[in-house]
């Protein structure tokens, strides 16, 4: 727990500086963006304890962007994906007497983050030194609901993500992305069971993560009006 405490303080300290660094950036020649997703996902839980895609998913999302300026936007987006695991992968680490078991699941996520440009992002107007290509950082706040073998549950969750975009033309973008999502509930395996180890599920501790990798297209709109007109 303390690892997770310890990478959103940094990613939130990364966002603050560069905040205060990027106070007077370039706007944006548009307003909005919409794009979708396409991957593969992965968990860590009860049933898995080291490697996300031990057990590879597909997920697939869309998403909605406002477009704050070339460094910064505010994102939401919805997700689909599938995880699986199983015990038979932790067979050196389980307690003496435990009995295994494996799951499939299928989970819907639904965030809202913001994301930071590390360059100012965009094309043309050489003045404002934009870039087509650039890599991001995004943290944000959400919810997830798994469904697995009749069971259902739902769960708090803080999405953090490391990216890269590209810029194709003006207003198409593309994009890649490796994702973290920590879901403050114990069930995304479907089970209504206590950790594995025997420590009683906490809201904070013995909870469940999925992590995504996806490539994907984003199409840019709303032109900003650039000029201003007064009437005396």
């Not at 990027?22 to 909005?32: E, H, I, L, V």
């Not at 997700?79 to 295994?100: C, F, K, R, W, Y």
């Not at 994301?115 to 997830?144: C, D, Q």
């Not at 990216?163 to 879901?183: Q, W």
Request: with cysteine.
């Amino acid at each position: 727990m303390k690892i997770l405490f310890r990478l959103i303080l940094t990613v939130a300290a990364l966002l603050s500086v560069a905040y205060s660094a990027t106070a007077q950036t370039a706007t944006a020649p548009y307003k909005f963006d919409l794009g979708a997703g396409l991957g593969m996902s992965g968990y860590i839980g009860d049933v898995n304890s080291s490697n996300p895609f031990k057990h590879p998913g597909f997920t697939a999302d869309v998403r909605f962007g406002y477009l704050i300026d070339t460094r910064w936007a505010i994102r939401t987006s919805l997700g689909i994906m599938g995880l699986s695991g199983s015990t038979d992968d932790m067979s050196n680490v389980l307690p003496a007497g435990t009995e295994g078991f494996s799951f499939t699941s299928q989970v819907y996520d639904l965030n809202v983050r913001g994301e930071f440009n590390f360059f100012s992002y965009g094309m043309g107007e050489t003045y404002k030194r934009l870039r087509r290509w650039t890599p991001y950082l995004a943290v944000g706040i959400g919810a997830s609901l798994a469904s697995s073998d009749g069971n259902t549950a739902a769960g708090f969750s803080i999405p953090m993500a490391f990216g890269f975009k590209f810029k194709l033309k003006e207003r198409i973008n593309l994009h890649a992305e490796f994702s973290m999502t920590k879901v403050f509930s114990d069930h995304i395996d479907g089970k209504d069971i206590a950790d594995l180890n025997h420590i009683k599920t906490d809201f904070y501790k013995s909870t469940d993560w999925f992590s995504r990798i996806t490539v994907g297209i984003s199409y840019e709109f709303g032109k900003r009006c650039e000029t201003c007109h007064y009437v005396d």
